[in-house]
């Protein structure tokens, strides 16, 4: 079974890594264990898709849980789409990076709360080292326009509610169970950290890119 680490912010705001409850410690190893589980039963998300349910929002309890590098899968399979904005986009331009990846959608009230904080960690860490990239699954472009609009998000996201490629390929590798998830993959496109439900804290998420730029390639 991988160990995993799980950080939880104080009450200065600064990330610790504190002893998981019980419970909380069952919501993060049963998130591990999906890791292995899903090549072979696919994700909630997806399988709304194919069932052509498309219901996108799972309740989730929050979990954050590091994946050692010792123990992470294969890298995500490419994908592509084209964003918000009409650009192609291809997964290979990812490649080298350590990567945030969010999957939301407009409606999806825990996605608008956690936009600004999201927005904020890319504007601290995005360049040449770092990319961010959300994953749209339900919307269609104006409507995921409208909302970086709303909340200031400049980074871009895929239009993926047609064809769900990204989705698959990401479910292939890791479980999605609600939306939003947000995963930091390594340089070498290997989840190295996931958040399921929204992101509660910038230093989380600053702390979780930060530890896998620290990483060697």
């Excluded at 936009?115 to 269609?140: P, S, Y």
């Excluded at 998830?181 to 989380?204: E, F, N, W």
Aim: proline letters at 5%; hydrophobic letters at 40%.
């Amino acid at each position: 079974m991988p160990r995993v680490s799980t950080i939880r912010p104080n009450r200065s705001g600064r990330s610790s890594r504190t002893r998981l409850s019980r419970r909380a410690v069952g919501v993060a190893l049963a998130a591990v264990f999906a890791i292995g589980l899903s090549a072979c039963a696919p994700d909630a998300v997806s399988d709304s898709f194919l069932s052509g349910e498309n219901t996108g929002y799972v309740a989730a309890d929050g979990a954050i849980v590091e994946i050692p590098a010792a123990e992470r899968g294969e890298p995500i399979a490419e994908f592509g789409g084209v964003t918000e904005h009409g650009d192609d986009f291809t997964s290979s331009e990812l490649s080298g990076k350590v990567t945030v990846v969010n999957f939301w959608y407009a409606g999806c009230a825990p996605c608008r709360l956690e936009a600004e904080d999201l927005e904020n960690v890319w504007q601290e860490h995005g360049g040449d080292d770092v990319a961010f990239l959300g994953i749209n699954t339900r919307d269609q472009a104006d409507t995921a326009k409208a909302f970086a609009d709303e909340f200031g998000v400049t980074y871009p996201s895929l239009i993926d509610v047609d064809t769900a490629e990204a989705k698959l390929a990401f479910a292939a590798a890791t479980s999605i169970q609600a939306t939003p998830t947000t995963l930091v993959l390594d340089k070498q496109g290997r989840v190295a950290a996931r958040i399921i439900g929204p992101v509660d804290s910038p230093s989380i998420l600053s702390t979780l890119v930060k530890d896998a730029l620290a990483e060697d390639s």
